[in-house]
């Protein structure tokens, strides 16, 4: 069984027991996160497609930690003139344990 959520404006396909890292959400290590943005959630016999959300579907995560991505670096520079500017960026992201997929008929 897998299901594709949304979260952090981004697309993911899950499965149960798997570890994802999504846009920095606002939770704590150790608690529970419930995802309500299902587009479709598939067993092995049937495919059910929300419009655009499953209703009644939910996913239940825990969050395993925050953490940032490695660094990135930003160049500008103009040519034939004398402008250059370098910036760096790490960007936060909430690791999430997938613990259960729930469709309520």
């Known amino acids: 069984m897998y299901a594709i959520i ?14 994802l890292k999504v846009e920095k959400l606002n939770a ?7 995802i309500d943005k299902i587009l479709m959630i598939s067993d092995n016999e049937k495919i059910i497609h ?19 991505y490695p660094k990135i670096i930003v160049h ?19 690791s999430l344990k997938i613990k259960d997929i729930i469709l309520e008929a």
């Open 76 to 94: 500008k520079q103009r040519p034939r003139k004398v402008y250059r500017k370098t910036n760096g960026h790490r960007q936060f992201y909430t």
């Open 50 to 68: 929300g419009s655009p959300y499953i209703a009644g579907a939910k996913v239940v995560a825990t969050v395993e930690g925050v953490g940032r």
């Open 6 to 19: 949304e979260t952090g404006s981004k697309q993911y396909k899950i499965t149960k027991d798997s570890v």
């Open 28 to 34: 704590e290590s150790g608690t529970d996160v419930v």
